[in-house]
């Protein structure tokens, strides 16, 4: 246990679907990231919120909308997705990662997403 | 462009000793990270170089060279339990992390 739950753990959905992706940390922590990991690849950094503000959004398709109501609380909404998206979805949290500490980020379990 | 470069596969026996190196070209560098995953879990943190040398904590030791661009991660007395996936991460200087493509670490009996 990292203190970062996801839920659902596997989702299965149409093209056509709407669904969300839930991220929630219980670290004090003022930042959360959205990474995809597809199989032989590195992560691939979607989206950060510091203090819940949206600070990075590395060109991700608008099929992709992250919304982060307050620093514990971290979603990824879906809609029209193509199969290629098909991959893990991880979120992670940290404390300011401007800061000078440690950037350690603490993952959670992902949310393996399979597009029909 | 942001490039890091390790080895895909690595393999080895119990009780040895192995090296994951990692190079890197990024066009901001504040440090060098390291993190296991195995099949199925989560990424977990392992170590963090922001100077050059090397840190040691338990079986697991990073070192950094900033002037190399280089950096390896050191497992000593390998267990079957350390059979995973490493990634090592560059964090930039707006303090994102950007990884590598990860090596598989297979430790044989």
């Known amino acids: 246990e990292t203190g970062v739950t996801q839920t659902p753990r596997h989702l299965v959905m149409g093209m056509t679907n709407k669904k969300s992706l839930k991220c929630e940390q219980h670290l004090g922590h003022n930042a959360m990231y959205w990474y995809k990991q597809s199989a032989k690849k590195p992560l691939e950094l979607m989206f950060v919120?510091?203090?819940?503000?949206?600070?990075e959004n590395n060109s991700v398709p608008s099929r992709f909308s992250p919304e982060c109501p307050n620093s514990s609380h971290l979603f990824l909404h879906l809609h029209t997705l193509q199969p290629e998206d098909s991959a893990l979805y991880l979120c992670?949290?940290?404390?300011?990662?401007?800061?000078?500490?440690?950037?350690?980020?603490?993952f959670g379990p992902g949310t393996r997403l399979t597009v029909l | 462009g942001q490039s890091l470069e390790q080895p895909s596969e690595v393999t080895a026996v119990e009780g040895a000793i192995v090296q994951i190196n990692c190079t890197y070209q990024?066009?901001?560098?504040?440090?060098l990270s390291w993190y296991q995953q195995h099949d199925g879990g989560a990424p977990t943190f392992l170590s963090y170089?922001?100077?050059?040398g090397l840190e040691e904590t338990g079986r697991f030791s990073s070192f950094l060279s900033r002037s190399d661009s280089y950096g390896y991660l050191l497992l000593q007395e390998l267990q079957m339990k350390d059979s995973a996936s490493y990634f090592c991460a560059v964090r930039d200087l707006g303090g994102k992390l950007i990884f590598g493509q990860g090596t598989e670490l297979s430790v044989k009996p």
């Open positions: 170089n922001a100077l050059d």
């Open positions: 990024t066009s901001g560098f504040y440090g």
């Open positions: 919120y510091s203090l819940e503000e949206r600070v």
């Open positions: 992670a949290s940290s404390q300011d990662p401007t800061g000078t500490a440690t950037p350690e980020q603490f």
